[in-house]
């Protein structure tokens, strides 16, 4: 399917000068843009209903002026029907306001509702201390919510990305999200470098730190066993600033893709401000919310750069047994129509299994151990991989890599049949319901760490759960 990508021409100029009782195209763009936001009541907080006689008044240059024609007539103002200035409000809250300022009515609603500033984010006005409607600005008060009303705009037709988007409806989220995917990166990186022992080459200062928190967490919860943590899950108690000093320090791992020292202690930096904000509620200035949002982008840039600089065949699949049995590509399955590896939360959000979602749910809430993309859970744990499990739109797909004696009986019972690939080296399975994912689990459980592999050549599996094609 071809998408059209016609570029937007509109600019805020144009939007700064559109009145309410033009005829315009673009006007009633807007105006259903308001709507669609569903608007609520300044005072109570209400969705408010936009039925035809709400809608009808609308076009009355009478009706629903932000700052009131009389307090601009005051002003001497000449453009005073500015489609800046009309919000989607019942009869009776625009006669309620009357001819009173934005900063006496907005502060009176403020104080009344404790949801003040949601409500108004409804209306796309700007509501921030620095906001004109607590100054009585009306040229400033345009402006800003020309401004808002454009990038809402900008939102919908995709000039702004989408984890731009993400950054202003749930930052925290985003950051969550960046760590555990730092985590992993430099799991999977020294992992492969290092070794499954790579702890020894964590900072001093770090190390002691996460090991005094694991220690802490094991004396509030004592039922947990401390022999079987594994590096990852102690990496999960270094903070944003701990990452930096892990990458620092292994440099000569890392340089290839963060490419300078200096870079990273900057952007690292950032993150850390922009976190510790965040987490504790701290207000930012521009500059600082700017910079913290710049560096989250950075960052995932050279995350997804060092997915994409490994093999397009990561999972040591050869290009002709890359075909799934119903004929798809099964590399190509991996990746969005952009060619970039989808994430196993990616995938997911397309899964119509729910027995495939709850099992990768209950696997994620564990801290599971991932390959570098982000694509697959492995087991076992630690040491050289043995599976990637990873979700498909209604199954579970498994790769197991190497073979062990008796396994296609052991799987013989599953409810898809095996396959086999790379020379009959690797094998690749589905698990389609409960009791596949069940047979799945008690091998893991039970018998995957006294199983006898029998090794190949072509298993060129990293400790980190990367394979690289060597057919």
């Not at 500015?82 to 300022?101: C, D, M, Q, T, V």
């Not at 982008?297 to 699949?317: H, K, T, Y």
Request: charged share 30%; proline share 4%.
């Amino acid at each position: 399917m071809v998408t059209p990508n016609y570029p937007m021409t509109l600019t805020p100029q144009d939007l700064e000068s559109l009145m309410i009782h033009t005829r315009s195209a673009v006007k009633n763009a807007i105006l259903c843009l308001l709507a669609l936001r569903a608007p609520r009541h300044f005072r109570n907080g209400g969705i408010i209903a936009l039925d035809k006689k709400i809608c009808s008044e609308y076009n009355s240059p009478e009706k629903h002026h932000i700052f009131p024609k009389a307090v601009l007539s005051r002003l001497h103002v000449k453009h005073r029907h500015l489609l800046a200035n009309f919000a989607f409000i019942p009869g009776e809250l625009n006669r309620e306001i009357s001819a009173s300022k934005p900063s006496e009515y907005f502060a009176k609603f403020k104080h009344e509702n404790a949801q003040f500033d949601e409500i108004l984010e409804t209306h796309l006005i700007p509501s921030r201390p620095d906001s004109p409607i607590w100054t009585d600005n009306y040229e400033a008060f345009v402006k800003a919510r020309v401004e808002s009303i454009f990038h809402e705009i900008e939102k919908l037709v995709g000039t702004i990305s989408p984890l731009e988007v993400q950054l202003e409806s749930d930052p925290a989220s985003v950051l969550d999200r960046l760590e555990a995917e730092t985590r992993t990166y430099i799991d999977g990186v020294l992992s492969e470098r290092v070794g499954e022992k790579y702890w020894d080459v964590i900072p001093q200062g770090t190390r002691e730190l996460a090991e005094k928190r694991v220690a802490e967490r094991l004396r509030r919860h004592p039922y947990e066993r401390n022999d079987d943590v594994t590096n990852y899950e102690r990496l999960t108690f270094c903070d944003i600033m701990d990452y930096a000093q892990i990458i620092l320090k292994n440099w000569q791992y890392f340089e290839a893709v963060f490419g300078s020292r200096g870079e990273v202690e900057k952007h690292f930096l950032n993150l850390k401000e922009y976190r510790n904000a965040l987490k504790h509620a701290r207000e930012m200035n521009a500059v600082e919310r700017k910079q913290g949002e710049a560096s989250v982008e950075w960052l995932f840039r050279i995350l997804e750069r060092a997915r994409m600089a490994g093999s397009d065949l990561e999972e040591g699949v050869s290009t002709t047994d890359a075909a799934a049995p119903n004929g798809q590509n099964e590399t190509a399955s991996s990746n969005n129509e952009n060619g970039k590896w989808l994430t196993i939360e990616e995938r997911l959000l397309e899964c119509s299994n729910d027995l495939v979602t709850q099992y990768f749910q209950e696997l994620l809430s564990q801290n599971p151990r991932r390959n570098r993309r982000g694509s697959a859970v492995i087991f076992p744990r630690q040491g050289k991989l043995r599976f990637y499990v990873s979700p498909r739109e209604d199954y579970v797909r498994l790769r197991q890599s190497g073979r062990f004696e008796g396994d296609e009986d052991r799987w013989r019972g599953l409810s898809h049949p095996t396959k086999k690939v790379s020379n009959d080296t690797r094998l690749v399975l589905q698990l389609r319901n409960s009791s596949d994912i069940e047979a799945f689990r008690r091998f893991v459980d039970s018998d995957l760490a006294k199983t006898q592999w029998r090794e190949f050549p072509a298993d060129s599996s990293g400790e980190d759960g990367e394979e690289v094609d060597t057919e």
